[in-house]
């Protein structure tokens, strides 16, 4: 059987650590679970979910160029339903808004689309932590020239 990315298959789990879990493979090669790649949800401890002996399915999610194969159990499952009506954090829907139409700006104005990965996150973030910096530094430069802080 060749290992690709993207190939389910069975293992046993070999060995646990802090960071994730050893798998056997066919053929006599072996992967990494990563912890964040055991469970859809949180995972303190992988021995919480994972035992040695265990046998796991895995999906092949990439091999590095010194042919280290990382695996991942949560992608080889479907992911969890979400429970109807589900808000999310902070009672606000996927679109930003909240329910009674406040959305925490402007009103009339679209709520931004939910960023979907941690860089969109980031940069989103970042965007705003330097829009909210210069306000605060502008606002300052007003005040000092009216003579308010001392």
Not at 32 to 49: C, G, R, T
Not at 53 to 78: F, H, P, T, Y
């Amino acid at each position: 059987m060749e290992f690709g990315v993207g190939t389910i298959t069975e293992g046993k789990v070999t060995g646990i650590t802090k960071f994730g879990a050893f798998v056997s493979l066919p053929e006599g090669k072996s992967g990494l679970v990563h912890i964040s790649e055991i469970a859809y949800s949180y995972v303190n401890d992988v021995k919480d979910h994972l035992k040695e002996g265990q046998e796991v399915k895995v999906k092949v999610i990439g091999i590095d160029e010194n042919g280290r194969i990382n695996l991942s159990i949560k992608k080889a499952m479907d992911p969890p339903p979400r429970p109807a009506g589900h808000a999310g954090h902070g009672g606000q829907s996927r679109n930003g808004s909240r329910p009674g139409g406040f959305n925490g700006g402007f009103r009339g104005k679209p709520a931004p689309a939910e960023p979907t990965t941690f860089e969109d996150r980031l940069k989103q973030f970042m965007a705003s932590s330097d829009s909210k910096l210069s306000e605060l530094r502008q606002a300052e430069r007003r005040s000092s020239r009216r003579g308010g802080r001392k």
